[in-house]
């Protein structure tokens, strides 16, 4: 990678609010905030990254290859891509679970009243098994109708072939902002799965996996500690000790192959793990995510986002 002088990030093809092309053509996204952020450390630019669209037959195997460096798509951590794949995850990024989508029309409040319905889900994922699994456990009928793709399961569901689409509650929303309608659909309460969502590496190249993994910790730690994107270099030297330690004090980065300023590039490049997440999917964004599970373990409302100590 730094022979190419270009990070190599898989993304997916079309996901609104985690990777998607705007109208210039520039990637956007949650996901490719991320992947800026991390060719920000290694390489110095946050724009020295290619970003490699992938649908979900063929990501896996992309990064086995070495197509791309990291996988940064919406792809949960899962025990046979552990194991079987061999494959890691860095770390998570995103606390995520499958969920439904319904027309608000129906006065739906829980899936198990699915009873029958027919559920638009895409093939090649793990939202298949898990749909398979929470209908079949409780007794309720249902017709799967398959897709190769998000956006075919998308469109089938706006077409009203389904009674409800069914993906991970953050896909959900995406395909809600960019619906006709989308005050017309509602995501409905139920979680019927754990989906962690995070960069994925392959598993022969522990370093890599380590420097992929404090870059968003990075990220996280910068949001607990009030560093943004706009005071990262004002910050170095204030009164917090661990602050120092991420901003450059110390040997920290030459644990990593870097230089002292990695993780401050990092931050710079995108803003701390808040600023991305409520530009990008947040309350400034269409999709209007709320924290949850994704706020940090010591907010008002606590989450599960929690980065190791710096020390």
């Known amino acids: 990678m730094r022979a190419r002088g270009e990070l190599r990030c898989g993304v997916n093809p079309g996901l609104p609010g985690f990777a998607f092309q705007d109208n210039g053509g520039r990637w956007r996204g949650f996901n490719v905030d991320f992947c800026r952020a991390l060719a920000a450390a290694v390489l110095g630019d946050p724009g020295k990254v290619g970003f490699v669209p992938l649908g979900n037959e063929e990501r896996i195997a992309a990064l086995r290859s070495g197509k791309v460096d990291v996988l940064w798509r919406n792809t949960s951590w899962t025990y046979s891509r552990d194991a079987g794949d061999q494959l890691d995850m860095a770390a998570i990024s995103y606390f995520d679970g499958q969920g439904f989508l319904v027309r608000r ?132 030297t204030g009164a917090d000790p661990e602050v120092r330690r991420l901003l450059g004090e110390g040997d920290y980065g030459a644990m990593l192959g870097l230089d002292a300023d990695w993780a401050t590039r990092a931050i710079a490049a995108g803003g701390n793990y808040g600023e991305i997440f409520d530009r990008e999917i947040g309350g400034k964004s269409a999709l209007k995510l709320d924290r949850g599970l994704n706020a940090l373990w010591n907010a008002p409302r606590p989450g599960l986002l929690y980065a190791p100590p710096m020390r």
């Open 105 to 236: 029309g129906l006065n739906l409040t829980s899936a198990v009243e699915l009873n029958t319905a027919k559920i638009c889900v895409q093939n090649n994922a793990t939202s298949a098994q898990n749909l398979e699994d929470f209908f079949r456990s409780r007794g309720i009928a249902y017709t799967a109708m398959t897709f190769d793709s998000e956006d075919e399961a998308r469109a089938a569901y706006q077409a009203e072939r389904c009674d409800a689409l069914t993906a991970d509650i953050s896909a959900l929303a995406a395909a809600r902002s960019v619906m006709d309608d989308p005050a017309a659909h509602v995501i409905l309460p139920d979680a019927i799965s754990k989906e962690p969502l995070g960069p994925l590496v392959r598993q022969d190249d522990p370093a890599w996996t380590d420097i992929v993994r404090w870059t968003l910790y990075a990220l996280i730690l910068a949001e607990e500690r009030g560093i943004t994107r706009s005071n990262a270099k004002d910050m170095k």
